[in-house]
């Protein structure tokens, strides 16, 4: 089985964000990147199978140079190549993007393409359906559990107060939720032999998209708490509190 996994370059969910010059992006320096926390979920899925059928698994990327790093990462975890598709700015359409992997996908004879749910800067959740649709290909969205034997799959996804099974047929489209596996870490063994295996890097064009990011601006500050009081007789202040100034009843 041929199985490709489409990663994404992030902002690590811990850095601390300003905002650029320009008022629409982020100022980058001294930001920590990472894998998307969502595609290690992909990530761990694709090598398991790998395990099951001898297959191979191969990482795609659209980002900057930097963005090698980041497929580093799923080499380091067992992923067997890489292949970055250069942009040096990622637009802010999901189409867009979609479009530039399904191209490289479409090209690659792969039985699965597995994406991460969503990706932790942009909560999108549209990529990966996207690239389906594209490709004319059945797509499971936030799959939670995952068996595939002899070109055939079902899946399990969480829905509002049950679980829904869905079967469907390769090659196709998969988004993982959390919860599907537990990711590996890589090993040291991984990461040394990550840097032997093979990465190509392929300049891609992209056009602009129909989304325009106008602004970006942070939360305001949260504001302070306040004690009213203690025990029963705090109780009137704080239904006084709650009612005019929270204003939550």
């Known amino acids: 089985m041929k199985i490709a996994v489409c990663i994404k370059r992030v902002p690590d969910t811990e850095t601390r964000i300003k905002i650029a010059a320009d008022g629409k992006s982020i100022d980058e320096s001294g930001v920590k990147f990472v894998l998307n926390p969502f595609d290690e979920y992909a990530v761990e899925e694709a090598l398991k199978l790998k395990e099951q059928s001898n297959g191979e698994v ?10 090698q790093e980041t497929l580093r990462t799923a080499l380091a975890m067992g992923v067997d190549r890489g292949i970055l598709l250069k942009a040096e700015r990622l637009p802010r359409d999901p189409l867009v993007v979609a479009r530039a992997l399904a191209a490289e996908l479409e090209q690659g004879g792969y039985d699965l393409a597995l994406f991460g749910k969503l990706a932790v800067d942009d909560y999108d959740q549209a990529v990966g359906t996207i690239v389906a649709e594209l490709l004319a290909l059945p797509s499971v969205s936030a799959v939670t559990r995952l068996e595939i034997t002899d070109g055939h799959a079902t899946a399990q996804r969480e829905v509002e107060g049950a679980v829904e099974l869905v079967e469907f047929s390769l090659p196709a489209v998969v988004t993982a939720e959390k919860g599907l596996n537990e990711p590996r870490y890589p090993a040291l063994r991984g990461i040394m032999l990550a840097k ?3 990465l ?10 129909g989304i325009e990011v106008l602004e970006l601006t942070l939360p305001p500050d949260r504001k302070s708490g306040r004690i009213v009081g203690e025990g029963a007789a705090a109780v009137p202040e704080l239904v006084e509190a709650l009612r005019n100034e929270a204003k939550v009843f």
Do not use: S
Request: proline letters at 9%; one cysteine or more.
């Open 58 to 67: 191969v990482a795609i990327c659209l980002g900057p140079e930097a963005a």
């Open 196 to 198: 032997k295996k093979p």
């Open 200 to 209: 190509d890097i392929k300049e891609v064009e992209l056009d602009e998209g």
